[in-house]
Every structure is written in C-alpha cells, then in structure tokens.
C-alpha cells in the first residue's frame, strides 16, 4: 500500500511552459485534492475532486486545470507556466462519504521553480 | 466564513520544555471537524490528530495532548518534554462536515534545541 504517490519531486520551467503534476492513490480513496504551499504559508486548495469525472475549483484555480478519469489518479496541468507558479505541490486523498469529516493522506509533494 | 488562525509564527524552546501551539478557529457550522497535521523538514505532512464539534474530551497520545474549548473555538496542541525530533512546522485545520474543503492555518514552526 502506497499510499498517495506524486511525480516528480522536483521540476524547474521556463516561463511559458507547460506540465502535468501527476498524483496517484491506492487507497479507495474518492476524494482528492490539490494544494499549494508557498515559502513560509499555509495550503491553498487549488482543485478538488468528489470522485471520478467531478472536479471543482478550489481557491487559487488560476493557471491549473485538472481531471479525474479514474478513481486512482488526479492529474494537476500547468499551462503557460509563470514565476508566481513556483511552489511546492501537494496531492491528497481522503476516504468516505462524509466529506471534510475526515483526515486526508498528502503525498510527498512536488517542487516546482519556474524561471 | 471559515478561518483557523495560528497567531504563533515560531516558537524556539529548549529540549525538555513543554510547549503549546494555539489554534483559534472560526465558523458558524455546528459539525465540523478539526485536525493538527506535522511537516518535518522532510517535507511531508503527516496527520496526528482529527477531532469533531460534538467531542470536547481532551486527548493525550504519549507525549503530544490536545485541548478542545468549543467556548473559545480553540483546539490547541501540547508537546510535553519536548525532543529535537519534534521540529517541524505543524499546522491545524478545519472541516465542516458535509463540505469536501479543509482550511489550513498558516503553521507554526517549532523549532527544539539540544
């Protein structure tokens, strides 16, 4: 059981370019998420997913899109990547139906510098 | 509106010492669910705690404790005798229950000296 696994760990782009974050769980879990946390802040949910094929926005969308083809796999893409893009990348899960009622599973998180 | 607040940026302390990291939340659902999660400096974040409105029994896990005060919409985290293995950035969340979205604080960096 691997729990929640991401690659990469790390990746650098230059302005304009474009990648997938790719985020895979193991556990069941139905529901994902995407974060993002800049030095020294908290998380900021960038998308969210109830299971597969329902994906919503969370917080700071802009500049991400996603999907969920599959109950396993979250993928997070960066189109046209900018400098206020770099952060570092957590994937989530979380199982149940309750929704926030319970804990969520991160993975390692990917580093991303766009210069 | 939701909003968990951890007012302590760093705290410095030396090993041995007691500690406690505050966590003030805000919210007008009457279920919902709090949680502490630690990020060492290894990066990853690792649930400790989940804890929901209608249980207000402090817990006690080994050395870490938790104060639940629904009268004052905090849920802080006690380390007791601190060791330098518990250096980390630890952050506290909320959870309405039936939403699928937790609100982070913005941490608190724990930082215990040999």
């Known amino acids: 059981n691997a729990g929640v696994t991401q690659t990469p760990k790390f990746r650098i782009l230059k302005i304009g370019q474009s990648m997938t974050l790719q985020c895979t769980q193991d556990m069941n879990h139905n529901y994902m998420y995407w974060y993002r946390q800049d030095p020294g802040m908290g998380l900021k949910l960038i998308y969210y997913?109830?299971?597969?094929?329902?994906?919503d926005k969370g917080e700071v969308p802009n500049g991400y899109n996603v999907s969920r083809s599959t109950t396993e796999d979250f993928p997070l893409r960066l189109e046209l990547a900018a400098p206020s893009q770099t952060s570092v990348y957590f994937c989530?899960?979380?199982?149940?139906?309750?929704?926030?009622?319970?804990?969520?599973?991160f993975g390692p998180g990917t580093r991303l510098t766009v210069t | 509106a939701q909003k968990v607040t951890q007012a302590q940026t760093e705290i410095s302390v030396v090993e041995k010492e007691d500690v406690t990291l505050d966590c003030v939340y805000e919210t007008r659902d009457t279920t919902y669910y709090l949680f502490w999660y630690k990020q060492p400096p290894s990066g990853e974040l690792v649930f400790l705690i989940r804890?929901?409105?209608?249980?207000?029994q402090n817990e006690i896990s080994g050395r870490y404790s938790w104060n639940f005060q629904k009268s004052t919409s905090s849920f802080n985290f006690t380390i007791t005798a601190s060791q330098v293995v518990d250096s980390a950035v630890y952050f506290c969340a909320l959870s309405a229950s039936g939403t699928y979205k937790y609100i982070f604080g913005t941490g608190t960096r724990l930082k215990v000296l040999a």
């Open positions: 997913s109830v299971g597969a094929g329902i994906t």
């Open positions: 804890r929901n409105s209608f249980d207000e």
């Open positions: 989530a899960s979380s199982p149940g139906l309750a929704g926030g009622s319970y804990e969520q599973y």
